[in-house]
């Protein structure tokens, strides 16, 4: 039987863990799994951050009402597949990870842990911490498992990245939108965001 792991300091940060050892994690601090390796989240997001997520929330959860499509924020795990091998066994599964905000579509990807397989639309909001993380891993993540649109937010400049999977698998820049700015939602084209509501304090 598996121990169960009470500490981060119990883990070797340069191992490889699976899904199943993350169910066996019980400490503090958050962390996601990305590939098998464990990348530390930043800690409590700022009042900034947590604002344009409330206000993103809000907004496409009013568009969401009454349709299939869900709508999660973090703390929501999300299990990506590795398309080699397309199993849900969690001792198959090497990544977790907890967008801000996510959208997923399938029903069947759900469960009472989370979603396994890849949500629809994420937003993924920065933090002086995790830009690197965002901007490079993360980008080529949802792009590998076939997120259809990513939106990256960047409170400090105002400024809202759109990008929408091609017909190759590969990430478009569709644009990238201003503090007051209108644009919508690639997949959901009736979704319409004024980003001078998003980023207002």
Known sequence: MSKIIK?????????????????????????????GHIFQMSPAPSRRHQ???????????????????????APFDVRLLDKSKSSKANEEIYTVVQPDLCIICDPSKLDDRGCIGAPDLIVEILSPGNSKKE????????????????????????????????????????????EDEIFSAHIFPDLTVNLEEIFQD
């Open 7 to 35: 500490s981060l300091a119990e883990l070797d940060l340069s191992a490889t863990y699976s899904y199943a050892d993350y169910l066996l994690w019980y400490f503090e601090e958050r962390v996601e799994l990305i590939k």
């Open 51 to 73: 604002n344009i997520s409330g206000s993103l929330h809000i907004k496409m959860g009013i568009y969401l009402l009454e349709k299939k499509c869900k709508l999660y924020s």
């Open 135 to 178: 901007m490079k891993i993360k980008y080529q993540l949802y792009e590998e498992a076939g997120v259809k649109e990513y939106w990256i937010v960047f409170p400090s400049e105002y400024v809202l990245q759109q990008f929408v999977l091609n017909e190759n698998g590969k990430y478009e820049l569709k644009n990238s939108y201003s």
